[in-house]
Protein backbone atom coordinates (compact mmCIF):
# COMPACT_ATOMS: atom_id res chain seq x y z
CA UNK A 1 0.00 0.00 0.00
CA UNK A 2 1.92 3.36 -1.14
CA UNK A 3 1.93 6.21 0.49
CA UNK A 4 3.54 9.05 1.26
CA UNK A 5 5.81 9.33 4.57
CA UNK A 6 7.06 12.41 6.62
CA UNK A 7 9.85 12.96 8.51
CA UNK A 8 9.70 13.81 11.67
CA UNK A 9 6.51 13.13 12.96
CA UNK A 10 6.84 15.37 15.68
CA UNK A 11 9.28 18.81 15.98
CA UNK A 12 9.65 20.88 19.59
CA UNK A 13 12.17 23.27 19.07
CA UNK A 14 13.16 26.79 20.24
CA UNK A 15 12.39 30.02 18.63
CA UNK A 16 15.38 31.14 16.25
CA UNK A 17 16.24 27.08 15.70
CA UNK A 18 16.51 26.18 11.94
CA UNK A 19 13.60 23.56 11.21
CA UNK A 20 14.01 20.71 8.50
CA UNK A 21 11.18 18.75 7.28
CA UNK A 22 11.20 15.57 4.80
CA UNK A 23 8.51 14.15 2.41
CA UNK A 24 9.10 11.04 0.35
CA UNK A 25 6.22 11.42 -2.24
CA UNK A 26 4.92 8.07 -3.75
CA UNK A 27 6.51 6.27 -6.13
CA UNK A 28 5.42 7.56 -9.35
CA UNK A 29 3.88 10.56 -8.58
CA UNK A 30 5.16 14.09 -10.11
CA UNK A 31 3.23 16.77 -8.02
CA UNK A 32 4.21 17.82 -4.25
CA UNK A 33 2.27 19.85 -2.52
CA UNK A 34 3.39 21.52 1.20
CA UNK A 35 0.27 22.52 2.84
CA UNK A 36 0.14 24.10 7.00
CA UNK A 37 -2.54 23.42 8.97
CA UNK A 38 -4.00 25.43 12.05
CA UNK A 39 -7.02 25.59 14.03
CA UNK A 40 -7.37 29.40 12.67
CA UNK A 41 -6.67 28.86 8.98
CA UNK A 42 -6.98 26.00 8.30
CA UNK A 43 -5.27 23.92 5.60
CA UNK A 44 -2.88 26.51 3.71
CA UNK A 45 -0.96 25.80 0.28
CA UNK A 46 2.58 26.46 0.90
CA UNK A 47 4.21 24.93 -2.27
CA UNK A 48 3.57 23.11 -4.83
CA UNK A 49 5.75 20.99 -7.37
CA UNK A 50 5.69 19.63 -10.40
CA UNK A 51 8.42 16.96 -12.02
CA UNK A 52 10.44 19.16 -9.30
CA UNK A 53 9.82 22.11 -10.25
CA UNK A 54 8.62 24.86 -8.31
CA UNK A 55 5.07 25.83 -10.10
CA UNK A 56 3.71 28.21 -6.78
CA UNK A 57 5.07 29.13 -3.39
CA UNK A 58 3.31 32.00 -3.32
CA UNK A 59 1.68 30.84 -0.16
CA UNK A 60 5.28 30.65 1.60
CA UNK A 61 6.36 33.36 3.41
CA UNK A 62 10.01 33.85 1.46
CA UNK A 63 12.14 35.72 4.01
CA UNK A 64 12.07 32.07 5.97
CA UNK A 65 10.52 29.87 4.68
CA UNK A 66 12.32 27.30 1.43
CA UNK A 67 11.14 24.14 -0.43
CA UNK A 68 13.32 22.21 -2.62
CA UNK A 69 13.17 18.69 -4.57
CA UNK A 70 16.51 17.69 -4.43
CA UNK A 71 15.52 14.39 -6.27
CA UNK A 72 12.20 12.68 -7.50
CA UNK A 73 11.67 11.13 -4.13
CA UNK A 74 12.33 14.10 -1.60
CA UNK A 75 11.02 16.61 -1.02
CA UNK A 76 12.77 19.18 1.98
CA UNK A 77 10.65 22.35 3.57
CA UNK A 78 12.97 24.21 5.92
CA UNK A 79 12.24 27.50 8.44
CA UNK A 80 15.36 29.39 9.58
CA UNK A 81 15.12 30.99 11.81
CA UNK A 82 11.33 29.50 13.27
CA UNK A 83 9.00 31.78 15.12
CA UNK A 84 6.53 30.45 17.49
CA UNK A 85 3.62 31.69 14.82
CA UNK A 86 4.90 28.64 12.88
CA UNK A 87 4.17 25.93 15.45
CA UNK A 88 1.38 24.25 13.22
CA UNK A 89 1.23 20.43 11.42
CA UNK A 90 2.67 20.50 8.04
CA UNK A 91 1.74 18.10 5.81
CA UNK A 92 3.09 17.10 2.52
CA UNK A 93 0.61 15.30 -0.28
CA UNK A 94 1.85 14.18 -3.37
CA UNK A 95 -0.31 12.89 -6.86
CA UNK A 96 -0.13 11.94 -10.23
CA UNK A 97 -0.63 14.30 -13.07
CA UNK A 98 -3.33 12.39 -15.05
CA UNK A 99 -5.54 11.90 -11.97
CA UNK A 100 -6.55 15.57 -11.75
CA UNK A 101 -6.36 16.99 -8.32
CA UNK A 102 -6.44 13.78 -6.36
CA UNK A 103 -4.22 14.54 -3.29
CA UNK A 104 -2.85 11.80 -0.95
CA UNK A 105 -1.82 13.04 2.19
CA UNK A 106 1.57 11.83 4.61
CA UNK A 107 1.15 12.14 8.31
CA UNK A 108 2.18 15.01 8.72
CA UNK A 109 4.99 16.87 11.14
CA UNK A 110 3.66 18.55 14.43
CA UNK A 111 5.43 21.61 14.85
CA UNK A 112 6.09 23.57 17.92
CA UNK A 113 8.32 26.45 18.05
CA UNK A 114 8.85 27.46 21.44
CA UNK B 1 -15.96 36.66 -0.98
CA UNK B 2 -13.85 34.05 -0.03
CA UNK B 3 -12.16 31.49 -2.86
CA UNK B 4 -14.09 28.78 -0.95
CA UNK B 5 -16.52 29.15 2.37
CA UNK B 6 -17.66 26.09 4.34
CA UNK B 7 -19.80 25.94 7.15
CA UNK B 8 -17.57 25.28 10.25
CA UNK B 9 -20.04 23.31 12.40
CA UNK B 10 -20.46 21.05 14.40
CA UNK B 11 -22.64 19.39 13.18
CA UNK B 12 -24.21 17.02 16.24
CA UNK B 13 -27.06 14.07 14.61
CA UNK B 14 -27.78 10.60 15.57
CA UNK B 15 -26.92 7.63 14.34
CA UNK B 16 -28.81 7.04 11.15
CA UNK B 17 -29.78 10.71 10.09
CA UNK B 18 -29.27 12.13 7.05
CA UNK B 19 -26.57 15.16 7.08
CA UNK B 20 -25.68 17.58 4.46
CA UNK B 21 -22.55 19.72 3.73
CA UNK B 22 -22.38 23.01 1.74
CA UNK B 23 -19.39 24.49 -0.01
CA UNK B 24 -19.50 27.60 -1.62
CA UNK B 25 -16.72 28.86 -4.12
CA UNK B 26 -15.75 31.16 -6.58
CA UNK B 27 -16.16 31.45 -10.41
CA UNK B 28 -15.11 28.01 -12.12
CA UNK B 29 -15.35 26.14 -15.65
CA UNK B 30 -14.34 23.06 -14.30
CA UNK B 31 -17.01 20.42 -13.05
CA UNK B 32 -14.57 18.46 -11.07
CA UNK B 33 -14.29 18.56 -7.21
CA UNK B 34 -13.16 16.15 -4.26
CA UNK B 35 -14.55 16.01 -1.01
CA UNK B 36 -12.04 14.54 2.30
CA UNK B 37 -12.26 13.32 5.84
CA UNK B 38 -10.14 14.53 8.13
CA UNK B 39 -9.85 12.48 11.57
CA UNK B 40 -8.96 13.88 14.58
CA UNK B 41 -5.15 14.49 14.68
CA UNK B 42 -4.79 12.63 11.16
CA UNK B 43 -3.78 13.51 7.97
CA UNK B 44 -7.31 13.86 5.26
CA UNK B 45 -7.54 11.43 2.71
CA UNK B 46 -9.69 11.29 -0.29
CA UNK B 47 -12.96 10.42 0.42
CA UNK B 48 -14.64 10.83 -3.23
CA UNK B 49 -13.27 12.49 -6.88
CA UNK B 50 -16.33 13.57 -8.75
CA UNK B 51 -15.53 14.81 -12.59
CA UNK B 52 -19.33 15.61 -13.51
CA UNK B 53 -21.86 17.09 -11.95
CA UNK B 54 -22.75 14.59 -9.02
CA UNK B 55 -21.60 10.92 -8.06
CA UNK B 56 -22.93 8.46 -5.32
CA UNK B 57 -20.87 6.49 -3.63
CA UNK B 58 -23.13 4.13 -1.33
CA UNK B 59 -24.18 6.43 1.50
CA UNK B 60 -22.33 9.34 0.28
CA UNK B 61 -24.04 11.52 -2.66
CA UNK B 62 -21.79 14.44 -3.70
CA UNK B 63 -23.10 17.15 -5.96
CA UNK B 64 -22.15 20.01 -7.76
CA UNK B 65 -25.11 23.28 -8.39
CA UNK B 66 -23.06 25.80 -10.90
CA UNK B 67 -25.70 27.89 -10.75
CA UNK B 68 -25.28 28.91 -7.28
CA UNK B 69 -21.63 27.76 -7.04
CA UNK B 70 -21.26 25.25 -4.41
CA UNK B 71 -20.51 21.46 -4.19
CA UNK B 72 -22.73 19.59 -1.38
CA UNK B 73 -21.76 16.39 0.22
CA UNK B 74 -25.06 14.41 1.67
CA UNK B 75 -24.92 11.17 3.99
CA UNK B 76 -27.24 8.93 4.89
CA UNK B 77 -27.96 6.67 7.10
CA UNK B 78 -24.97 7.88 9.48
CA UNK B 79 -22.82 6.20 11.44
CA UNK B 80 -20.52 6.67 14.13
CA UNK B 81 -17.69 6.42 12.09
CA UNK B 82 -18.42 9.55 10.13
CA UNK B 83 -17.75 11.42 12.80
CA UNK B 84 -14.84 13.56 11.09
CA UNK B 85 -13.94 17.09 9.78
CA UNK B 86 -15.06 16.91 5.88
CA UNK B 87 -12.95 18.97 3.56
CA UNK B 88 -14.20 20.29 0.01
CA UNK B 89 -11.80 21.09 -2.80
CA UNK B 90 -14.34 22.94 -5.36
CA UNK B 91 -13.88 23.70 -8.57
CA UNK B 92 -11.19 25.63 -9.65
CA UNK B 93 -9.95 26.89 -13.21
CA UNK B 94 -6.80 28.48 -14.19
CA UNK B 95 -4.25 28.46 -12.23
CA UNK B 96 -5.75 27.52 -9.13
CA UNK B 97 -5.46 23.88 -10.16
CA UNK B 98 -7.70 22.63 -7.12
CA UNK B 99 -5.25 23.92 -4.40
CA UNK B 100 -7.76 25.11 -2.18
CA UNK B 101 -9.42 23.62 0.17
CA UNK B 102 -12.50 24.37 2.54
CA UNK B 103 -11.72 25.23 6.30
CA UNK B 104 -13.70 22.11 6.99
CA UNK B 105 -16.74 20.82 8.05
CA UNK B 106 -16.84 18.97 11.37
CA UNK B 107 -19.59 16.17 11.90
CA UNK B 108 -20.45 14.19 14.96
CA UNK B 109 -22.34 11.38 15.14
CA UNK B 110 -24.00 10.59 18.31
CA UNK B 111 -25.09 6.75 19.72
Known amino acids: DARVTQTPRDKVTEMGQEVTMRCQPI?????VFWYRQTMMQGLELLAY????????DSGMPKDRFSAEMPDATLATLKIQPSEPRDSAVYFC????????????FGPGTRLTVL | RKEVEQDPGPFNVPEGATVAFNCTYS??????FFWYRQDCRKEPKLLMS???SGNEDGRFTAQLNRASQYISLLIRDSKLSDSATYLC????????????FGSGTQLTVLP
Open chain 1, 93 to 104: ASGASGAGGKKF
Open chain 1, 27 to 31: LGHNT
Open chain 1, 49 to 56: FRNRAPLD
Open chain 2, 27 to 32: NSASQS
Open chain 2, 50 to 52: VYS
Open chain 2, 89 to 100: VPPASGSARQLT
